[in-house]
């Protein structure tokens, strides 16, 4: 039970590039998020799924997409990188009041 | 709307000492989940204890326990005989009742612990 994986670890990119951030569970949960965490901040909510085919926007959704055509998958897309979403980017997934299990997180830097 | 509230920015607790994070939330949900996570240098977030909100007894987990006081809405996480690798930042964070699942965290409170 391998629980909840991210790739790649670490990722730079240049302004304007795109890329997918992957995120897989192995426990067959029906909810799914992304989160950003700035240096020194809480997490920030930027897209979530409640099961294959839903998704939905967090609080800061602007400049990604995501979809989910499988229950274990759940990718982050950046469309055009920007400076300011350089961040860890932390992959959860959970079911109903279970408490979210989260990936070991994407430290990404656009330069 | 609910909202986590973490007052604490940071504590500090001697080596062995005991220590209270408090973390209050709004609500006007009568079924919720309450949770405590910890953050160490790592990045990686771990599930420290679990609440269900209609549960009376106060959730352990082994040197941490809660103190769920419901109609205050408060639910603060004592970590008792505290070690070095309690040190971390430490999140508490609410989840809605039946039909939600979206997670609302607090900012956290960064625990030192002191040789």
């Known amino acids: 039970n391998a629980g909840v994986t991210q790739t790649p670890k670490f990722q730079v990119l240049k302004t304007g590039q795109s890329m997918t951030l992957q995120c897989a569970q192995d426990m067959n949960h029906e909810y799914m998020s992304w989160y950003r965490q700035d240096p020194g901040m809480g997490l920030r909510l930027i897209h979530y799924s409640v099961g294959a085919g839903i998704t939905d926007q967090g609080e800061v959704p602007n400049g990604y997409n995501v979809s989910r055509s499988t229950t274990e998958d759940f990718p982050l897309r950046l469309l055009s990188a920007a400076p300011s979403q350089t961040s860890v980017y932390f992959c959860?997934?959970?079911?109903?009041?279970?408490?979210?299990?989260f990936g070991p997180g994407t430290r990404l830097t656009v330069t | 709307a609910q909202t986590v509230t973490q007052s604490q920015p940071e504590m500090s607790v001697q080596e062995a000492e005991t220590v209270t994070l408090s973390c209050t939330y709004d609500t006007s949900e009568s079924d919720y989940y309450l949770f405590w996570y910890k953050q160490p240098p790592s990045r990686q977030m771990i599930l420290v204890i679990r609440q269900e909100a209609y549960k009376q007894q106060n959730a352990t987990e082994n040197r941490f326990s809660v103190n769920f006081q419901k109609a205050a809405k408060s639910f603060s996480l004592k970590i008792s005989d505290s070690q070095l690798g309690d040190a971390a930042m430490y999140f508490c964070a609410y989840s809605g009742g039946p039909g939600t699942y979206k997670y609302i965290f607090g900012t956290g409170t960064r625990l030192k612990v002191l040789a």
């Open positions: 959860a997934s959970s079911r109903h009041g279970s408490g979210q299990y």
